[in-house]
């Protein structure tokens, strides 16, 4: 299921688009805030209770000396600096709103490409090492209405369907690589702990600015907040 569901969750929204063509925005802006929240919660459920469990028992005594109590705090930040940098060539197409300057063309969007594959191979990461199945479900959750932003996008460019369905193929491979190398490559296991964090700093980012950008002029929408709050209680519940 680890490898398995990051992918169909691509190839699903990719296919959503391409089949169905939904036209209504609204209801994947309020997928999207459904998804922001999910992630949100589980990270502050799952990945941070798991990595700061690990790292104690790393150091074999509890809370450990004093500056160990900021070690993981500073690999948090790590990522959510990397994720600020990772934007700027992505445009935020992490959290499904890529603005107009990304402009796709006819030529493949090599650093749209790269940036949203880093993202991706990093966030495959935890998957290995995490002991509750909910983080998977996370994942699904959190890609699968930003396949179907950027299918969108593509589409509404006029970007080719091979090309697009190409870009969506190994974009949809790059979470299930993360996975594998984190188990398989010797230093990426030895760091996992660290790792984890980092994408733990990713998940923050990029949820906080999901749950404001739909914000809508910060007026207060029911269907958005509930949606808000079965994120939250979904993550909680599994």
Known sequence: MNYLLPFLAVVLGYGIVILFQPERQRYIKLLLSFSGAYLLALTVFVLLPEVYHTHNEALGSGVGEGHDTHYIGLFVTAGVLLQIVLEFFSHGAEHGHPDNEAHPTAAFPLALFVSLSIHSLLEGFPLSHSHNESLVYGIFVHKLPIAIVLTTFFVHAG????????FLLLFALMTPLGTYLSSTVPSLVHYHTELSAVVIGIFL?????????????????LLKFISILAGFALAYLT
């Open 159 to 166: 970007v080719s369907h091979w090309k697009t369905a190409l």
């Open 205 to 221: 980012h990029i949820s906080a600015v999901i749950l404001f950008e739909n914000a809508e002029g910060h007026r207060f929408n």
